[in-house]
T-cell receptor, first 112, second 112 residues
Framework: AQRVTQPEKLLSVFKGAPVELKCNYSYSGSPELFWYVQYSRQRLQLLLRHISRESIKGFTADLNKGETSFHLKKPFAQEEDSAMYYC??????????????FGKGTLLTVNP | SQTIHQWPATLVQPVGSPLSLECTVEGTSNPNLYWYRQAAGRGLQLLFYSVGIGQISSEVPQNLSASRPQDRQFILSSKKLLLSDSGFYLCACGTGPNGVQYFGAGTRLSVL
């Protein structure tokens, strides 16, 4: 079974500080991992996906298959980064291609 | 790009009344469609998904049902609402087996 764990419900940092949102997953095959973000009064939207190996809004995430982790990092947090962040997993192959499993989310607050 | 329309934005219904939430998609054809419930501290729970007209898969047995009468229309229904059906319901659209999904603005349902 697929499972995504985000151990921190709340994370508070000061502006300019580094931030890391943790995500661990459980999946028997080769997963695709994503980070979705929901800013206040906005729709849930894709932030980045591991297969793209890109940096979006200064955020990066590296898939560590040995530790089954996909932590989201940013070296210098900004106040506009305050939002709810969800880690998600999509299984490859068969029917699981179509489904995302989400973690419970981490609410990030960046204080001035 | 895809646009997901959901309505109504908010809904207050008495216990035992029926429910119909509608989701329509623009800008794509033959999408995968999803209904999620988002609850504080519990993340996004996948309720139903559909890979084509008339094809519905249920993830969680419950008081709700879903239908897909047209390619870009997805409906969430209930014959008799329960208090526990209260929550925030999100419709999402995916256009391929890569896990990227686009979300609607959601419907806040309060059952009293």
């Amino acid at each position: 079974a697929q499972r995504v764990t985000q151990p921190e419900k709340l994370l508070s940092v000061f502006k300019g500080a580094p931030v890391e949102l943790k995500c661990n997953y459980s999946y028997s095959g080769s997963p695709e991992l994503f980070w979705y973000v929901q800013y206040s009064r906005q729709r849930l939207q894709l932030l980045l996906r591991h297969i793209s190996r890109e940096s979006i809004k200064g955020f990066t995430a590296d898939l560590n298959k040995g530790e089954t982790s996909f932590h989201l990092k940013k070296p210098f947090a900004q106040e506009e980064d305050s939002a709810m962040y969800y880690c998600a997993l999509s299984g490859r192959g068969g029917g699981s291609n179509y489904k995302l499993t989400f973690g419970k989310g981490t609410l990030l607050t960046v204080n001035p | 790009s895809q646009t997901i329309h959901q309505w109504p934005a908010t809904l207050v219904q008495p216990v035992g009344s029926p429910l119909s939430l509608e989701c329509t998609v623009e800008g794509t054809s033959n999408p995968n469609l999803y209904w999620y419930r988002q609850a504080a501290g519990r993340g996004l729970q996948l309720l139903f998904y559909s890979v084509g007209i008339g094809q519905i898969s249920s993830e969680v047995p419950q008081n709700l049902s879903a239908s897909r009468p047209q390619d870009r229309q997805f409906i969430l229904s209930s014959k008799k609402l329960l208090l526990s059906d209260s929550g925030f319901y999100l419709c999402a659209c995916g256009t391929g087996p890569n896990g990227v999904q686009y979300f609607g603005a959601g419907t806040r349902l309060s059952v009293l």
